[in-house]
């Protein structure tokens, strides 16, 4: 993503887009779009916003990402980090699939039904008829989650813990199940509280189950 916001204020002014933007400072920039995002949506939002709520000018914020999808996109993948980093996927030489995806589902559920995962669906909702290559970025920004899923299950297989002949297919079976449940479907209608984290627990396990059940 960087070398892609490099390339485009290259080509836009003409200049080299100087040194690499402080961690810290693009930590605030990330920050303060992530509120303003979920207060205006992508559309509402300015980037002479974000770089005077930033305390950083136009040119640092823009060396960095090259318009509001690329940023928008660095909260997303920052969420994502947060919740699911690539720990959460690893096998140790004595786990159990039921462990792994027990501890993947919930991680899983936490970010979807969490007030951050849930704004982020609904602006990503209101934005896509207008802005149709923010859901293709989208799409594409989940690229990391679900080759660390697809290797996942390969790596069960591999073990012989499951019969898995399609991870990818076997991903994407795992993650509709706790996808359609009605925990998550309640948060992203705003119906009723979050779920807690033992409701969570408890319908994690149960899909679990079933899906260790489809792969014996």
Known sequence: MTKTGATAVK????????????????AVIRDVAGQLFMVNGVQGTT??????????????LYRKYPDKNALFMAVVGCKCDDYMPESLFELGKTSKAEEVLGRIGVALME????DDGVNLHRILSAEAGRNPELGEQFACGLKRLKECMRNTMAEIARKGLLKIEDPEEASGFFVALLMGSELVKHANLGIGKRPTRPAMEAYVKKAVKFFLKAYA
């Open 47 to 60: 980037m002479d916003q974000i770089a005077q709520g930033a305390g950083v000018s136009k040119l640092t």
């Open 11 to 26: 080509t836009n002014s003409g200049r080299s887009p100087g040194r690499p933007v402080d961690p810290r400072k693009d």
């Open 111 to 114: 970010l979807t039904t969490h």
